[in-house]
């Protein structure tokens, strides 16, 4: 069994049809090695991270796709974010008064927001309802009315994988211009998402891809394209922490020397702790000093 994470394309020769698979082995152990999670918040959140590298693939610039749920349940919030050089990072927050597994029972009243954000130019992001059913239906849901793309997905989470698989019906005026499919074959998505749905757990946990698509598409003609690695990486930096610090402002900073020597931030995804004595901040804030300084002289 390979044990490289990793996400890979897929094509249907004779409909238009592409898919994605993931398999996050170490990318998963790295976010469980920072928190423990209890079972039903760990599955959530190992879906999620599968479910927003399939849609990272989405991304057509340089940048990240963020899934994040909020509700009114034990579980207050849970994120994923995937970057387009498929680095993941994920973490979620609960109460203690855990009561089932299902979606409905974690989150209660909430919804699933999917962000995209270039690294340059505006941010896109839709919201849709996770009250009732499943995650794999809100995305479904999400696509469906977001980006007017019937999409399908498959996921399989325990303690040692994440992994998933998506099928998404290719928009027409990409498809046709690019390939000569002989035969209009209005039945296909039927077909395959038929066959797909025969996918057990273990199968998506377990089998390498090549060996899936042929088990799953058997009579379908499928090319499948080289497999992109997957890890997980924090992107959080000094100079990230350094901006929120500057957005405080001086005078707040300062004051909570008053309590103590060194100021702590500690990094929710990947447990990095950024300290911060005096003399650090008073050098953060004379370097604003100095460019603010300059401006006024015009
Ligand atoms: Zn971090």
């Avoid at 989405?58 to 680095?87: D, H, W, Y």
């Avoid at 927001?113 to 794999?136: F, M, N, W």
């Avoid at 058997?218 to 000094?238: H, N, W």
Wanted: some cysteine; proline content about 3%.
């Amino acid at each position: 069994m390979s044990t490289k994470d990793s996400l890979q394309r897929f094509l249907f020769e004779n409909a238009p049809i592409r898919g994605e698979l993931v398999r996050l082995n170490a990318t998963w152990q790295e976010v469980l090695q920072r928190h423990t999670y209890p079972e039903p918040v760990r599955n959530l959140l190992g879906e999620m991270m599968a479910a927003s590298a399939l849609l990272s693939a989405m991304l057509k610039f340089e940048g990240s796709l963020i899934m994040q749920i909020q509700g009114s349940g034990p579980l207050t919030l849970a994120v994923s974010e995937c970057t387009s050089e498929r680095n993941l990072r994920a973490i979620a927050n609960w109460h203690d008064d855990l009561s089932g597994a299902s979606l409905p029972e974690l989150v209660g009243k909430g919804s699933l927001a999917i962000t995209i954000e270039p690294k340059q130019g505006r941010r896109y992001q839709g919201i849709v309802d996770v009250g009732s059913g499943s995650l794999t239906k809100a995305i479904e849901d999400y696509m469906h009315r977001s980006q007017q793309l019937e999409t399908r997905m498959w996921l399989a989470v325990d303690e040692t994988q994440a992994s998933g698989l998506l099928l998404q019906k290719m928009p027409e005026s990409e498809d046709l211009h690019e390939r000569d499919l002989l035969e209009e074959d209005a039945d296909a998505w039927n077909r395959v998402t038929v066959l797909a749905d025969t996918v057990h757990q273990d199968e998506l946990a377990t089998l390498p891809f090549d060996q899936l698509l042929r088990r799953l598409f058997y009579e379908e003609d499928v090319r499948l394209f080289e497999a992109e690695p997957v890890s997980f990486r924090c992107s959080c930096s000094k100079d990230r922490v350094h901006n929120t610090l500057r957005m405080l402002g001086y005078e707040e900073i300062i004051s909570l020397f008053e309590e103590r020597p060194i100021i702590s931030v500690n990094c929710e995804f990947c447990n990095h702790l950024y300290e911060f004595d005096r003399v650090d901040i008073e050098e953060l804030f004379a370097s604003d000093f100095k460019v603010e300084g300059s401006h006024t002289k015009h």
